[in-house]
Structure formats: C-alpha cells, structure tokens
C-alpha cells in the first residue's frame, strides 16, 4: 500500500496560511485520514496549539478560502469537517 502525501505537503508552502493554520491541518489529516470527514472539538486541538475559538475559527476560515477543506460550524466550538484534495 503507497501513502500520497502530495496534497498534505504543499500545504507547507503556501504562503497564504499561518504556522498555527498548518499545525491544524496536520492535525486534522491525521485525524481524518480514513474518513475525509470528521469532527473538531476546539478544546482537543488546545493541547497542540494555544488558540481561541475564534482564532480557529478564522484558521478554518483560510484553510476552506485556499480550498483544503470545508467547515461547519454546529455548535459553539465544535465543527464538522470535510477534507478537500
């Protein structure tokens, strides 16, 4: 079985997105790397980066601008989230 990391990677490059909005997508693709979808709790990312909801909520924000996922937010702080790529 070969893994494709292409898509995760050229994250790292793109110039558009913070460290802090990097560290959440890795978060995320390794999170929901089977499913494409999953669920984001902010509380759950605090441990990996020190960040409000709103900060994470402007993170997703340019995150979905640039075209790597999708977001919804269903309640204060938790969000449903759909990997693009």
């Not at 984001?40 to 075209?67: D, H, P, R």
């Not at 996922?69 to 969000?79: I, K, V």
Request: aromatic share 12%.
């Amino acid at each position: 079985m070969k893994l494709h990391l292409d898509d995760s990677n050229k994250i790292w490059k793109d110039k558009r997105i913070k460290p802090e909005g990097k560290i959440i997508y890795s978060y995320l693709h390794s999170k929901g790397f089977e499913g494409k979808i999953t669920k984001l709790n902010v509380g759950e990312l605090q441990t990996y980066v020190k960040i409000s909801n709103k900060g994470l909520k402007n993170n997703l924000k340019a995150l979905e601008f640039c075209e790597y996922l999708l977001y919804r937010e269903y309640d204060t702080g938790m969000y449903t989230i759909k990997l693009l790529g």
